[in-house]
Each structure stands twice: as structure tokens, then as C-alpha cells.
Nanobody, 111 residues
Framework: QVQLVESGGGLVQAGGSLRLSCGAP????????MAWYRQAPGKQRELVAT???????NYAESVKGRFTISRDNDQNTAYLQINSLKYEDTAVYYC?????WGQGTQVSVSS
């Protein structure tokens, strides 16, 4: 069973920053588009950002300019840097790769 392992969530004040990490097995990570999704209470899961194996990125309009997705191919790890956090960023953040999901990490922003 493939497992993606996320970390880095927490409780922060509005305006603060967090960096989320997602580790994946090398055989999955090396060729896969990596993605971050989030799901706020009572809402559907939404795509936040993607990064291809070559490093091309895409972002949801709501996070452009504040979120940065990156990957370290040597460490088989993807990252999501979140700056200027807003209350509405509060959600469980999930990592996705090649049809596999992580367990989610909670990001809570206090206003």
C-alpha cells in the first residue's frame, strides 16, 4: 500500500506562514505530478496547486501570490509554502500523487 506522509500543519495567526511537506515513495514521486488539495469544513475538496516532475506549477486563483509549491526530487518530497495566511485558508490539506492520497494535515488560522 502506497502511503504519502504529510506534515507541517498547525495553528497560526492570520498573516503568518507555514510550510507543508509531503513525502512519497521514490517510484511514485519521480514521475508523478504532485498536488495539494484542501477541504474546509462543510465544503468540497478543492485543488490548490500542482507541480509536474519537471517543475511546472499551477495554482488556484484564490492562492496565487501567497502559496508556493515546490519539490525536492532527491528527497522525494513536495512542499507547499503558505504565506500571508487568511482565516479562509483554514482546512485540512491533502497531498496527492498518482491517484494516492496522504492522510491530511490540519491548518487552522486564527483571525
Amino acid at each position: 500500500q502506497v502511503q504519502l506522509v504529510e506534515s507541517g500543519g498547525g495553528l497560526v495567526q492570520a498573516g503568518g506562514s507555514l510550510r507543508l511537506s509531503c513525502g512519497a515513495p521514490g517510484r511514485i514521486f519521480s514521475r508523478s505530478v504532485m498536488a495539494w488539495y484542501r477541504q474546509a469544513p462543510g465544503k468540497q475538496r478543492e485543488l490548490v496547486a500542482t507541480i509536474t516532475s519537471g517543475g511546472s506549477t499551477n495554482y488556484a486563483e484564490s492562492v496565487k501570490g501567497r502559496f508556493t509549491i515546490s519539490r525536492d526530487n532527491d528527497q522525494n518530497t513536495a512542499y507547499l509554502q503558505i504565506n500571508s495566511l487568511k482565516y479562509e485558508d483554514t482546512a485540512v490539506y491533502y497531498c496527492w500523487a498518482s491517484r494516492y492520497w496522504g492522510q491530511g494535515t490540519q491548518v487552522s488560522v486564527s483571525s
